[in-house]
């Protein structure tokens, strides 16, 4: 059997909508920001429970527009050290300095004790990552410490399409969320993304800084530094279509997900991450952790070459603060040299995510599970 590292199922209802839609953006002359991004905005904004919705042309500029749009410039901005490094990228291109908290291992998401002892006088915003599309019970804790010390919290949701901490969709959780429509990710639009807020100024300052700082569209004035980091009708189109299937892709990432949570049981050798009851994970990742003396490049290598599987990457394997770009641009970082993220350095180390995406069988799913028992 060969399991990929990823699979993503358009069927051929799904590919005729989608040849329509574009078929229809080509006759229409408008290519950019037309009536598919404002579709696609609407059922993204219904789908999260936000007022607003502003499509982009990635994950990474949604990050960073609201944090141009809240302006970090001279400020530091709270960022979990296991994370992607655009959300860390994006505080820096804002012209913010990034500090880095430890993560806790039992949801691989930031510390709010950690980030209780970091913030500063100057720190204006923190960013939550809700790592493989798991929400940290501790949001409340977060959200107070935001609240006390007057910080914006931003959810890093590029994982975390559809999930959800007591009925509250992740991007509904804080002042903004931003989305990824990368191809690894739950939805897809080939390259995208989406700020959800329910903040009308944030969502403004966002229509404008992503055209060029152009308060209207129709005109040549230009009244803040923008960039182009507008969406494409094309692109919109595929988001329109991934809405329309969300139930479906996210019923059977669970399914997915609750036939590996049965199968691993007793399965020695290693632990899957437990989600709490009033979380429900989007299942971006299936991450567990392996016992010490496991090795997990080789049970990746063995798991390749002797049964045709490929896991998917790590949420993360490095975290950003050991990033040498910090050490070229030291003032970038507002961490001292001797922080230490013990609990960050075990999650990078020790956990594996195991392949899952819609229309993976219960005889693949058992192939993986036997492989994985006996490579272990
Ligand atoms: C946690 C996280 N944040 C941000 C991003 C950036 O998204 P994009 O690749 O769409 O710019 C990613 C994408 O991989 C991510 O995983």
Redesign the pocket.
């Given at each position: 059997m060969n399991i990929p590292i990823l699979r993503i199922p358009f069927t051929d209802s799904d590919i005729q909508f989608i040849t329509d839609g574009i078929q229809d953006v080509l006759k229409s002359g408008q290519l950019a920001i037309g009536k598919n991004v404002a579709e696609f905005e609407q059922k993204f904004a219904d789908f999260v429970g936000t007022e607003y919705a502003v499509g982009v042309n990635?994950?990474?500029?949604s990050?960073e527009i609201f944090l141009r749009s809240i302006d970090v410039k001279v400020s530091s901005v709270v960022v979990p050290t296991n994370?992607?490094m655009?959300?860390a990228t994006a505080v820096v291109h804002a012209g913010g300095k990034v500090i880095f908290t430890d993560v806790m291992r039992e949801n691989l998401c930031m510390s709010p004790d950690d980030l209780q002892d970091k913030i500063q006088n100057d720190t204006k915003a923190v960013i939550l990552?809700h790592?493989g599309g798991i929400i940290t019970p501790h949001l409340k804790a977060i959200q107070d410490i935001c609240e006390d010390k007057d910080l914006y919290l931003l959810e890093?949701a590029?994982?975390a399409h559809g999930s959800s901490i007591e009925g509250k969709m992740a991007g509904s959780l804080g002042d903004a969320g931003?989305f990824?429509?990368?191809p690894?990710?739950v939805m897809t639009c080939g390259?995208?993304?989406m700020l959800t807020t329910n903040d009308e100024s944030v969502y403004k300052k966002a229509l404008m800084l992503r055209d060029h700082g152009k308060p209207d569209h129709r005109y040549n004035q230009h009244t803040e530094f923008g960039y182009n980091w507008r969406l494409s009708e094309i692109h919109a189109v595929v988001g329109i279509q991934q809405m329309d299937s969300a139930d479906w892709i996210l019923g059977e990432r669970r399914r997915v997900a609750k036939a590996y949570d049965e199968k691993l049981k007793g399965l020695s050798g290693l632990s899957p991450v437990e989600i709490p009851s009033n979380i429900k994970s989007s299942y971006y990742k299936y991450i567990a952790y392996l016992d010490d003396e496991m090795n997990r490049d080789e049970i990746k290598t063995r798991l390749q070459d002797e049964y045709g599987i490929t896991l998917t990457g790590e949420v993360y394997s490095d975290p950003c603060h050991t990033q040498s770009v910090f050490t070229k641009y030291p003032d970038t970082m507002v961490n001292k040299p001797d922080d230490k993220f013990p609990e960050a350095d075990y999650v990078c180390e020790k956990h594996i995510c195991l392949p899952l995406y819609p229309g993976l069988t219960d005889d693949e799913i058992d192939y993986v599970v036997e492989s994985l028992g006996e490579v272990l």
């Open positions: 990635s994950g990474t500029s990050l994370t992607f655009a959300t990552v790592i890093d590029a994982h931003s990824s429509f990368y690894t990710k390259e995208g993304g």
